[in-house]
């Protein structure tokens, strides 16, 4: 089949069709899905019958696959080290994944680390007849549409982004067990691959911004927050059994919305970081 490449939205997004990811892209292919991915921000191809290792194969084209999350507690064979379940599914009342529940505040996955992840990728394998869409926001298309003068006080500027695993909301600041992880990154972040700049905040991890008076910077953050939040800004993605998404985490947020407790939602995670140079 011919590779297809789709916008799904004026903010941000495009489908990739043509490609079985189980053999994985090369040559014009490869570079059609890298450009895809710098353009649009967040790809989705959908119809895919991958496992885990096909997953990780693809993850490993762009960068380094991620193996520094906690596995779930009962998991198939298929599984492996690294691959991080997102599902409300339980078993004896214990979780087999990680953030289980309900909806999910804005963010930028690894934004509470020193290196955050170049891109995180998502494989649907069950998902709930209505809700748990993932919402994506254009951080480039954030920070463009900002006036001159705002540019210019943010520019230099720093914030603290802090955050402890599986948390949903910002007010979540602590709990028996849980490791706060926190860094600072810049304000504005400019991309390394597209030079184009990103409004580098989010509503789940931001908490200050670093050298502002306590009242000064709430008020810009959180006018800041709200703006990157806006509308025409956001690309809502409806799930589908066998989509396979991913999406920059340098220039994009994500949330999730609500769905009912009674539904099923089971999607399999890998995040990507960039790859360690090689050895000299």
């Excluded at 997004?13 to 189980?22: C, K, P, S, Y």
């Excluded at 379940?85 to 909806?103: E, F």
């Amino acid at each position: 089949m011919t590779v297809s490449v789709t916008p799904l939205s004026a903010s941000l997004g495009a489908r990739i069709e043509g490609l079985d990811l189980r053999s994985l892209p090369q040559g014009d292919d490869l570079a059609q899905v890298r450009r895809a991915f710098l353009d649009h921000q967040v790809v989705v191809f959908p119809g895919q019958k991958i496992s885990a290792g096909d997953q990780i194969a693809f993850c490993e084209l762009f960068g380094a696959a991620d193996s520094d999350y906690k596995a779930p507690p009962q998991r198939d064979d298929d599984y492996r080290k690294g691959v991080m379940l997102v599902s409300n599914v339980r078993k004896n009342g214990v979780p087999i994944g990680n953030l289980p529940d309900g909806d999910m505040q804005f963010h930028s996955d690894g934004a509470h680390r020193a290196s955050p992840y170049l891109a995180t990728t998502l494989y649907a394998i069950r998902v709930p007849l209505q809700g748990g869409d993932t919402l994506f926001a254009n951080l480039y298309a954030a920070y463009e549409a900002l006036d001159d003068p705002t540019k210019a006080r943010i520019a230099d500027l720093r914030v603290h982004n802090a955050y402890i695993l599986d948390a949903t909301s910002r007010d979540e600041e602590s709990r028996p067990g849980g490791i706060l992880r926190e860094a600072e990154h810049p304000l504005v972040r400019v991309h390394p691959e597209t030079g184009r700049k990103a409004l580098y905040v989010n509503r789940l991890m931001t908490r200050f911004i670093v050298g502002q008076d306590d009242a000064e910077g709430r008020v810009l953050l959180d006018t800041l927050l709200d703006h990157v939040e806006r509308p025409e800004f956001i690309y809502a993605h409806k799930w589908t059994a066998g989509d396979f998404v991913m999406w920059d985490n340098r220039c994009v947020n994500h949330a999730r919305t609500d769905f009912s407790a009674e539904e099923v939602r089971l999607l399999r995670r890998y995040t990507i970081s960039e790859s360690a140079p090689a050895p000299a």
